[in-house]
C-alpha cells in the first residue's frame, strides 16, 4: 500500500530556512506529480508547491520565491527547500501526489517564531 513519510519539520525563526524530506514507497513514483501541502490550525489543507514528471515546478502565490519543491526519483523522495519564513508559514506539512491521493502521511510540523 502507499506509504508517504514526512519529516523536517520544526520550530525555525522568521527569515530561517528549512529542508522537508518525504519519502514515498508503494506507488509508481517517476510517474507522478508531486505536491507539497499544508495545513494551519482552522484552515483548509492547501497546495504550495509542486514539481511535475519533468521537473516542472509550480508554487502559490504566497510561497512564490521562497519555496521550491524539488525531487529524487532514484530515492522516491520529494523535498520542499523553504526559504524566508514567516509566521504564516505555520503548519503541518505534508506531499502527496497532485492530485491528491486518499491516503496521506502523519506530515511533518513546521512552526516559525522567535
Known amino acids: 500500500q502507499v506509504q508517504l513519510v514526512e519529516s523536517g519539520g520544526g520550530l525555525v525563526q522568521p527569515g530561517g530556512s528549512l529542508r522537508l524530506s518525504c519519502a514515498a514507497s508503494?506507488?509508481?513514483?517517476?510517474?507522478?506529480?508531486w505536491g507539497w501541502y499544508r495545513q494551519a490550525p482552522g484552515k483548509q489543507r492547501e497546495l504550495v508547491a509542486s514539481?511535475?514528471?519533468?521537473?516542472?515546478?509550480n508554487s502559490a502565490d504566497s510561497v512564490k520565491g521562497r519555496f521550491t519543491a524539488s525531487r529524487d526519483n532514484a530515492k522516491n523522495s520529494v523535498y520542499l527547500q523553504m526559504n524566508s519564513v514567516n509566521t504564516d508559514d505555520t503548519a503541518v506539512y505534508y506531499c502527496?501526489?497532485?492530485?491528491?491521493?486518499?491516503?496521506w502521511g502523519q506530515g511533518t510540523q513546521v512552526t516559525v517564531s522567535s
Open positions: 514539481i511535475s514528471r519533468s521537473g516542472f515546478r
Open positions: 502527496n501526489t497532485n492530485p491528491p491521493l486518499s491516503v
Open positions: 508503494g506507488i509508481n513514483f517517476i510517474f507522478n506529480t
